[in-house]
């Protein structure tokens, strides 16, 4: 049972550690995403493992700088094999469309607002709209400037769907199967509900890697979306 709609995050400070979470894991699970901590830390040896043992990298650095900059690491993630990776949509217009125009790359998802702002922390920084606007508005430019798709919050997925159609590409942290922890999160929603909402992919963290039986954890969020 190899269901691609689930990508298990990496979260640990060890090498050692995600390696033993792709080995127990890699037999139902086929992308798993690093992030800036463990990629900080161990640079492409970290992707290489990943991709080692024939599964999949989501490289979760979330690219913000001048467009030539981050044309070139997209090229960079192409080489090293990375299956998709994130850019930042506020880089703005040309920085998103000169990712996407660079040659055998990896698949390019746009991170909108993080989830850990709100309307407070958007007034700060000059932006008046509310966080659901502003969401939608970069959705849409990440769309229209030729992006593979999204990162967004299991709330906007249903929003976001409507923005920018069926086949761009949705993927939705922030889950928590029924009845686990929910951590510092605070708008959950059960892998079922994200998937049935319309998430391409669901990224699950600490449900599955801090779980006693993390193969076991990941089974049960897979038969839940089955
Ligand atoms: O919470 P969990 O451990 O499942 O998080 C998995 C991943 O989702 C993290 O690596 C983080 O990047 C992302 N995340 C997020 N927004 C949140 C919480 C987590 O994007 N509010």
């Given at each position: 049972m190899k269901n691609n709609k689930l990508i298990v995050a990496l979260d640990v400070d060890d090498i050692k550690e995600a390696e033993s979470l792709v080995d127990g894991l890699q037999s139902i699970v086929s992308i798993f995403k690093i992030g800036s901590r463990l990629f900080t830390a161990y640079?492409?040896?970290?992707?290489?493992?990943?991709?080692?043992?024939?599964?999949?990298?989501f490289l979760d650095l979330k690219y913000h700088d001048i467009p030539t900059v981050i044309a070139d690491s997209v090229r960079m993630a192409g080489?090293?094999?990375?299956?998709?990776?994130?850019?930042?949509t506020l880089g703005g217009r040309e920085m998103l469309e000169r990712?996407?125009?660079?040659?055998?790359?990896?698949?390019?998802?746009?991170?909108?607002?993080?989830?850990?702002?709100?309307?407070?922390?958007?007034?700060?920084?000059g932006v008046n709209r509310d966080v659901g606007e502003e969401v939608l508005s970069l959705a849409g430019l990440a769309r229209s400037a030729g992006m593979d798709g999204v990162v967004c919050s299991a709330r906007e997925i249903?929003?976001?769907r409507k923005e920018v159609g069926g086949q761009f590409m949705v993927v939705t942290p922030g889950i928590r199967p029924a009845g686990s922890a929910e951590d510092e999160q605070k708008r959950v929603m059960t892998p079922k509900q994200a998937i049935t909402k319309g998430a391409?992919?669901?990224?699950?963290?600490?449900?599955?890697?801090?779980?006693?039986?993390?193969?076991?954890?990941?089974?049960?969020?897979?038969?839940?979306?089955?």
């Amino acid at each position: 049972m190899k269901n691609n709609k689930l990508i298990v995050a990496l979260d640990v400070d060890d090498i050692k550690e995600a390696e033993s979470l792709v080995d127990g894991l890699q037999s139902i699970v086929s992308i798993f995403k690093i992030g800036s901590r463990l990629f900080t830390a161990y640079g492409p040896e970290v992707i290489k493992m990943v991709n080692g043992k024939g599964c999949r990298v989501f490289l979760d650095l979330k690219y913000h700088d001048i467009p030539t900059v981050i044309a070139d690491s997209v090229r960079m993630a192409g080489r090293h094999d990375v299956f998709a990776l994130t850019l930042h949509t506020l880089g703005g217009r040309e920085m998103l469309e000169r990712s996407v125009s660079v040659e055998s790359r990896p698949l390019l998802w746009g991170v909108t607002v993080l989830t850990s702002m709100n309307n407070e922390d958007l007034k700060t920084m000059g932006v008046n709209r509310d966080v659901g606007e502003e969401v939608l508005s970069l959705a849409g430019l990440a769309r229209s400037a030729g992006m593979d798709g999204v990162v967004c919050s299991a709330r906007e997925i249903e929003a976001i769907r409507k923005e920018v159609g069926g086949q761009f590409m949705v993927v939705t942290p922030g889950i928590r199967p029924a009845g686990s922890a929910e951590d510092e999160q605070k708008r959950v929603m059960t892998p079922k509900q994200a998937i049935t909402k319309g998430a391409t992919y669901i990224v699950v963290g600490r449900p599955v890697i801090k779980a006693d039986n993390p193969h076991e954890a990941a089974e049960n969020i897979l038969r839940e979306i089955e």
